[in-house]
C-alpha cells in the first residue's frame, strides 16, 4: 500500500499570506496525485488533479506541483474561505489511498 | 447538473445490519465508478471500495475486505454500501464519489452519518 504524508499537520497563517502544503508518497506515482479541500460540514472538493491540473472552477491562487514521491499545494493568497482541511490522494496503485491531511487555520 | 444525492442518517445497535446509497443524477451512470470513503469522527478520509456499474467490476480496499459489500442497481442509478453486521467502531460519516475512469473523485455526496451504538 503506498502510504501518503502530508506536511505540517497544522498551517495556521493570516489571510494574504502564502500556504505551502507537502505531500510524499512512500513509492513513486508519477504525477498521479490529487488534491482535496474539506471544509467543516462539508464534503470533500476535488481542487487539483494529477498533480497540477485545476479542477473545474478552481481558483488561479491554488497551484499543484510535484512528481515521483514529492508534491505540494500552494494557495498563493489565502482567502477567508480557504481555510480548512486540505487531503492528497494518489490514483497510481490500489488500494487508493489519502493523506491524514493539513488543517490551514487562521493564525 | 451532476448530483449524488445519499440517503439520510442511520442509528443502529451493535450486530445489526444496515444498506446505504447513493443515487446519481444529471450524467450517465454506468459509465463512471461510485467509490465510497469513511470519515471516522474527527478523522481524514479513507477509501474502502469502488463500483463500476457498466460492468459490476469491484474493487476493495483490503482494510474494507469482507467488512463491507457494494452494490449498484443502473434501473436506478444508484449505488449501495451495505453491512451485515455493524459494530461500533463503524460509527463514521460515509461519502459516495463519482470517478471517471481511473482518474480521480469529481464530485461526491452530501455523506451518510451513520451511528452504531448500544
Known amino acids: 500500500e503506498i502510504v501518503l504524508t502530508q506536511s505540517p499537520a497544522t498551517l495556521s497563517l493570516s489571510a494574504g499570506e502564502r500556504a505551502t502544503l507537502s505531500c510524499r508518497a512512500s513509492?513513486?506515482?508519477?504525477?498521479?496525485l490529487a488534491w482535496y479541500q474539506q471544509k467543516p460540514g462539508q464534503s470533500p472538493r476535488l481542487l487539483i488533479y494529477?498533480?497540477?491540473i485545476r479542477a473545474t472552477g478552481i481558483p488561479a491562487r491554488f497551484s499543484g506541483s510535484g512528481s515521483g514521491t514529492d508534491f505540494t499545494l500552494t494557495i498563493s493568497s489565502l482567502e477567508p474561505e480557504d481555510f480548512a482541511v486540505y487531503y492528497c490522494?494518489?490514483?497510481?496503485?490500489?488500494?487508493?489511498?489519502f493523506g491524514g491531511g493539513t488543517k490551514v487555520e487562521i493564525k | 447538473e451532476v448530483q449524488l444525492v445519499q440517503s439520510g442518517t442511520e442509528v443502529k445497535e451493535p450486530g445489526e445490519s444496515l444498506k446505504i446509497s447513493c443515487q446519481g443524477s444529471?450524467?450517465?451512470?454506468?459509465?463512471?465508478?461510485i467509490a465510497w470513503v469513511r470519515q471516522m469522527p474527527g478523522k481524514g478520509l479513507e477509501w474502502m471500495a469502488i463500483?463500476?456499474?457498466?460492468?459490476?467490476?469491484?474493487r476493495y480496499s483490503p482494510s474494507f475486505q469482507g467488512q463491507v459489500t457494494v452494490s449498484a442497481d443502473r434501473s436506478i442509478s444508484t449505488a449501495y454500501l451495505q453491512w451485515s453486521r455493524l459494530r461500533a467502531s463503524d460509527t463514521a460519516m460515509y461519502y459516495c464519489?463519482?470517478?471517471?475512469?481511473?482518474?480521480?473523485?469529481?464530485?461526491w455526496g452530501q455523506g451518510t452519518l451513520v451511528t452504531v451504538s448500544s
Open positions: 490522494q494518489q490514483r497510481s496503485k490500489w488500494p487508493l489511498t
Open positions: 494529477d498533480a497540477s
Open positions: 444529471g450524467y450517465n451512470f454506468p459509465s463512471y465508478g
Open positions: 463500483i463500476y456499474p457498466r460492468n459490476s467490476d469491484i
Open positions: 513509492q513513486s506515482i508519477g504525477v498521479l
Open positions: 464519489a463519482r470517478r471517471d475512469g481511473d482518474y480521480f473523485f469529481d464530485f
